[in-house]
């Protein structure tokens, strides 16, 4: 009996150094926001209730100290606020900024981790974002749109949706169907463009407003260097765009045979602005979102907008943190909040769009429809569900659960927003 209980406990040893190592930062670390700019509050806490004024702000981010608790290292640690959760690292101390923009009662839980109390501050900020908002999302692959801001362009009654690449490289995922890897890589990109194009459907986006350019996916960024070259697929015998080019459909009067080039991109995404001349950009942000086709394209954005003279208002998200790949933590339905940064970050606003219950299992479908993010050859062979499962069953033990429903189905999407130009163009000359 003494061994066996030596055992289990050597093993939840090893899960706890699992959960911990995974991070690959420090997570006692202070998070590091620059808020030198924006008025705070300090707020106090009487009968387990937060005491503040919001002054009719559309995003509250609440800044508080986070303390060493042991049962944070064996449990997840959260806070709940107005039965909205919000998680942190296993065995996580510091400063930690947390969207409380739904605030009501302001009723307060602490589960498996403490915080000072005498160390609250709340920073509020103003955004004019209505539903009759000129915008355009600019998805780098089929499903960064809905990953990153489905709830809000349901919401919104005037969204184009752009998005760039095929997305045909990666991960085989049709390889058990057909043997030879340019047909299944052929097939991927060939459903990832028809996803692009129809699931935005299902948010209310008409048909004709999303477009499908067709680039090679992983290529951005050798296209930027090279800008006059003509670029083929990483995948051998893959040469022309036109399986993956949908834009024959929509408004905009965009070339329909064209090649894979950086000049050729530029083109399209130059006829879009003009044409639509939004008043905001949903993108990635090229600082923290570590995909290079990410960052390429918000880059290609910034600097046509600044070559156009477009006075454009920036939203940006971020699907793959540099930071960490686990990021936003907890599970569905929770709240995602500043992400781990330690280093100064660019922006001159945040912004947070709610998600009621219904706008969550929407966007739970709309997910579901790409077929890149689930399994759609589980049904094949036991062998397939088998491994599944035990994919899952690790990803639980140890927290390593990456899946895209996790970290997108949330009470909230959370954008950092540039407004002025001086701010863009710093962005730049971090890049160089």
């Given amino acids: 009996m003494l061994y066996f209980i030596l055992f289990l406990l050597l093993t939840y040893i090893l899960i706890i150094f699992k959960r911990l190592k ?37 995003t509250l981010i609440l800044e508080l100290k986070l303390k060493i608790s042991i049962t944070s290292y064996f449990f997840k640690p959260y806070i709940e606020i107005d039965n909205i959760k919000h998680y942190f ?25 403490s915080f000072s109390k005498k160390e609250l501050k709340l920073y509020t900020f103003k ?14 692959h089929a499903d960064d749109a809905e990953l990153s801001s489905f709830g809000l362009y349901s919401w919104l009654k005037d969204v184009n949706i752009v998005t760039i690449t095929a997305g045909e490289n990666g991960v085989c995922n049709y390889c058990d169907i057909y043997k030879d890897l340019s047909q299944a890589t052929l097939k991927k990109g060939k459903l990832r463009a ?7 459907l299902l948010g209310g986006v008409q048909l004709q407003n ?21 670029f083929t697929s990483h995948i051998k015998d893959i040469t022309s765009l ?49 995909h290079p086709d990410h960052k390429e394209s918000t880059y290609l954005i910034i600097e046509l907008l600044l070559e156009l003279e477009l006075n454009s208002t920036l939203l940006l998200y971020t699907n793959h943190l540099t930071t960490s790949e686990l990021y936003p933590h907890g599970a569905i339905g929770s709240s995602i909040d500043l992400p781990p940064n ?13 998600l009621n219950q219904n706008l969550q299992k929407d966007k739970f479908f709309a997910i579901e429809s790409m077929h890149d993010l689930r399994d759609s050859l589980i049904q094949l062979s036991l062998k397939r569900a088998w491994k599944l499962t035990i994919k899952l069953l690790k990803s639980k033990i140890i927290s390593k659960d990456k899946s895209y429903f996790r970290r997108a189905v949330r009470a909230n999407e959370l954008f950092f927003v540039i407004s002025h130009k001086e701010t863009l163009k710093k962005i730049l000359l971090e890049k160089q």
Avoid: W
């Fill in 194 to 200: 028809f996803d692009a194009i129809t699931t935005p």
């Fill in 342 to 354: 330690f280093k100064d970050l660019l922006f001159d606003s945040i912004y947070s769009f709610q």
């Fill in 242 to 290: 036109k399986e993956f080019r949908h834009i024959a459909h929509s408004k905009f009067k965009l070339a329909k045979d064209v090649t894979c080039s950086y000049t050729n991109l530029k083109e399209d995404l130059k006829i879009l602005l003009l044409e639509i001349k939004p008043k905001y950009i949903i993108t990635p942000h090229p600082t923290i979102d570590s």
């Fill in 89 to 113: 690292e296993y065995g996580s101390s510091g400063k930690r900024y947390i969207n409380i923009s739904y605030i009501n009662q302001g009723l307060i839980k602490e589960n498996n981790c």
């Fill in 22 to 58: 995974k991070y690959k930062y420090n997570q006692t670390k202070d998070y590091i926001y620059n808020f030198k700019n924006h008025i705070s509050q300090n707020v106090l806490i009487q009968n387990n209730r937060l005491q503040i004024q919001t002054n009719n702000k559309d």
């Fill in 210 to 230: 999303s477009l499908a350019l067709g680039y090679f996916g992983g290529q951005l960024i050798n296209m930027r260097k090279k800008p006059m070259q003509e």
């Fill in 127 to 140: 955004n004019t974002i209505t539903q009759d908002s000129q915008s355009l999302i600019v998805a780098p």
